[in-house]
């Protein structure tokens, strides 16, 4: 094993009684459908040196027939709303939900949408940013062979309603400018490291999930923006992250997911995004922040939303939000978490935990 490694030695080790290897002719549950062709032409021309061409040239295949039709489909939002969107005023006081990605951010997202004085993007208009406006439904049809109905790391219900990361647009329209891109080219995983924090786009940007490293950024941006911060027990953030490793990751690669690069995501990403986090908190003004524990979250889902609501300052619980929370979570009732109690022999050493 390489030097560098030794210090992960018990995380690659887990890894390697992962499947990582698979689901390489996949074309579903890909965050790169949503480019449009010039987009897609940029993407491959600057790391086209780092695609594993096998087993991966079907994918890259398919994603360039399918972003040539994203730029047809695109046509109509450009002619019939462009101008619209491009005078489009933004929210000055938007409310981020912060955290690693395995800390119960999408679950915070879901129930904050639950709200119909709140607004969010959903996995459409996040996924294909450029044709939703005009499409609609049509759309929706179009691409529903995409997607499964289910997330592939944790079964959470997921179809084109369904909020979604605000990330995954950024990713759409920018050709892949995102730290969502190690999932793409996992071995090339640092060259993507900045686009956390976003550095040098912006004079003084530090560094969601993502926004987790963007406090500093979108306080510049948003100084009226509300924060709600997700934290987790690392051990269980591991096995979860793990786990989303094996049943999401190879979705999307354009590479081949080896055990010591899989490990150095998983360990990295966590680190930059806890200590970029500690470092910026304290920026945001006191009541704009809310920090939430999933344990408190899993207990009672209505009490730790009625907490976040009253610490921002945001009237009517009562009526806006809370008879739709129980419904919600009497909808959740028969769902079956990810089993990650062998954390545990992880925390002694061991290097097992799924």
Not at 114 to 135: E, I, Q, Y
Not at 261 to 269: G, I, N, S, T
Not at 296 to 319: H, I, N, Q, S, T
Request: aromatic share 10%; glycine share 6%; with cysteine.
């Amino acid at each position: 094993m390489d030097a560098d490694h030794e210090d992960i030695r018990p995380a690659i080790d887990y890894f390697s009684k992962h499947k990582l290897q698979r689901h390489a002719f996949a074309v579903k549950n890909n965050f790169l459908c949503g480019l449009t062709f010039s987009s897609w032409l940029r993407l491959v021309w600057e790391h086209a040196h780092r695609i594993d061409w096998w087993p991966y040239a079907p994918r890259v295949l398919f994603l360039g027939a399918l972003a040539a039709l994203n730029s047809l489909l695109a046509l109509p939002d450009r002619i019939l709303y462009g101008r619209r969107v491009a005078g489009a005023r933004v929210n000055p006081a938007p409310v981020f939900v912060l955290g690693h990605p395995r800390t119960g951010t999408t679950h915070v997202h879901n129930l904050l949408s639950l709200d119909a004085r709140l607004g969010w993007a959903d996995t459409l208009s996040a996924g294909f940013p450029s044709a939703f406006l005009s499409l609609g439904g049509a759309l929706r049809r179009l691409a529903a062979p995409l997607l499964d109905s289910t997330r592939p790391m944790d079964a959470m219900a997921l179809s084109f309603d369904t909020p979604a990361e605000d990330e995954l647009a950024v990713c759409a329209l920018s050709a892949g400018a995102s730290p969502y891109m190690p999932l793409v080219f996992m071995r090339d995983q640092e060259v993507f490291r900045d686009l956390y924090a976003l550095r040098g786009l912006l004079e003084g940007g530090e560094s969601s999930p993502v926004h987790t490293a963007r406090v500093r950024l979108l306080l510049r941006l948003f100084p009226d923006a509300r924060f709600i911060y997700l934290h987790r027990d690392p051990y269980a953030v591991f096995a979860s992250a793990a786990h989303m490793a094996e049943s999401y990751y190879p979705f999307t690669a354009l590479q081949r997911l080896e055990p010591a690069d899989v490990a150095r995501f998983v360990l990295d990403q966590f680190e930059l995004l806890h200590e970029t986090y500690q470092a910026d908190r304290a920026l945001i003004p006191p009541g704009r922040l809310v920090e939430l524990g999933f344990a408190e979250l899993d207990a009672d889902p209505v009490a730790a939303m009625r907490r976040v609501y009253r610490e921002l300052g945001w009237p009517d619980f009562e009526r806006a939000l809370e008879p739709q929370l129980r419904a919600y979570a009497a909808s959740l009732a028969g769902f079956k978490k990810n089993d990650h109690q062998r954390r545990e022999r992880l925390r002694k050493g061991g290097g097992e935990c799924s």
